[in-house]
C-alpha cells in the first residue's frame, strides 16, 4: 500500500484576526492574495504550517505549502512531508502495515466526531482543540518497535494508536482519493436502483459545492445477502422520504475508502463496506429502518 503525499491544495484556512473561515482556491484572485490573504492562510486540518497561493500564466491557481513547512503538517495530515530517509519510510510502513482499524473503534470514533463537532459547536473546544479534525482513539497498546531488524540498532518507536481522520465531506477533493477517512456532511438526496443482474445501487449524495460525492453502499456491505439487501433498499427509501419530501435536516458520519467513480474525474464515493461505518443522526441503519423515520436533530453543526 503506497502512501502519496498531494501537494497542491484545493482549501486552506484564512484567518482574519477574529476568526477562522474556510476558502476555495478559485475564489481567490491574485491581488487579492497579495493584499489581503498573504502569511495568513493555514492548512486547512488544523496544522501549523502556512499555506500560500500560486496562479501560473495559464491561469490556473493552487495552494501550497510554505517553504519549509513541509514538516509542521501533522504526521498524519495529507501534506504532510514525504520522508525521504529510511527510517522514515520503515516508520510509514508500519503505521500503514500494522496498525489496522476493526469495526468497534470506527463506531465509536464516529459516535466521537459526533461528540466533538456539537462541542465545538457550542464553543466549548478552544480554537487549537477546534481546528484538529483528527480523531485519536488509544488501543490501549503499548508502543510498537519499527524495523525490529534496523541495522543501526536505531529501533525508532512509534506509538501504536489508531489514527482515523476525519474530513467534512464538503471539502472532498482528489487529495483523498483512495485514502480511509471518517468523513461528515450533509445529505442532500437519496438515490437507487438495480443492475440488470439485480445488484443495488444505493448513494447518499452529500452537500459539496464543487464536486458530487456520495456515500456508496458496496456489496460487501449487505454481504451479498438478499434480506440484508433488501434491509438497506427499505432503510433508503425512509431516508429519501424523510430528506427529500419532509426535508429533516440530516448529518451523517461514515468511514470508508474515497474513491472516484470510475470514468468520472470529479465524482468521489465514500465506500461503506460495513453497517457498523454509518450513522445518520447518531442512528444506526437498523435502528433508522426499525423506527420509519429519522430522529428530528435539535442542533445544526456543520
Ligand atoms: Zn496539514
Redesign the pocket.
Known amino acids: 500500500m503506497g502512501i502519496v503525499y498531494k501537494t497542491k491544495m484545493e482549501w486552506c484556512f484564512y484567518n482574519d484576526g477574529t476568526k477562522i473561515v474556510k476558502k476555495y482556491v478559485d475564489n481567490i484572485e491574485k491581488e487579492e492574495y497579495d493584499y489581503i490573504y498573504k502569511r495568513k492562510l493555514t ?5 501549523e ?1 502556512k499555506v500560500k497561493f500560486t496562479q501560473k500564466k495559464n491561469k490556473k491557481k493552487f495552494f501550497s505549502t510554505w517553504n519549509k513547512d513541509g514538516k509542521k ?2 504526521e498524519n ?4 512531508v514525504q520522508y525521504t530517509d529510511e527510517l522514515g519510510r520503515k516508520k510509514l510502513k508500519a503505521i500503514a502495515e500494522h496498525i489496522q482499524v476493526n469495526d468497534e473503534q470506527i463506531e465509536a470514533a464516529l459516535k466521537r466526531k459526533i461528540k466533538n463537532l456539537k462541542k465545538e459547536f457550542r464553543g466549548e473546544i478552544n480554537e487549537s482543540d477546534n481546528l484538529g479534525s483528527k480523531v485519536i482513539i488509544n488501543t490501549g497498546e503499548s508502543d510498537v518497535k519499527v524495523g525490529n531488524d534496523d541495522a543501526d540498532g536505531n529501533g525508532d518507536k512509534v506509538s501504536k494508536r489508531e489514527n482515523i481522520t476525519s474530513i467534512d465531506a464538503s471539502l472532498i477533493n482528489s487529495t483523498y482519493e483512495n485514502r480511509r477517512k471518517c468523513v461528515y456532511g450533509r445529505i442532500d438526496n437519496v438515490q437507487y436502483s438495480h443492475s440488470e443482474s439485480s445488484e443495488l445501487y444505493g448513494y447518499l449524495n452529500l452537500v459539496n459545492d464543487y464536486y458530487k460525492v456520495s456515500v456508496y453502499f458496496p456489496t460487501s456491505y449487505y454481504e451479498g445477502n438478499e434480506f440484508k439487501k433488501e434491509e438497506l433498499e427499505k432503510t433508503l427509501e425512509i431516508l429519501k422520504t424523510d430528506i427529500e419530501k419532509n426535508n429533516k435536516k440530516t448529518i451523517v458520519t461514515c468511514y470508508g475508502e474515497i474513491k472516484s467513480k470510475k470514468g468520472k474525474k470529479n465524482d468521489y464515493n465514500i465506500h461503506v463496506i460495513n453497517p457498523k461505518h454509518i450513522l445518520i443522526n447518531e442512528m444506526s441503519m437498523n435502528k433508522i429502518l426499525t423506527k420509519g423515520e429519522l430522529e428530528v436533530l435539535d442542533y445544526d453543526i456543520i
Open positions: 492548512c486547512i486540518h488544523g496544522c504550517a503538517h501533522n495530515c495529507e501534506y504532510h
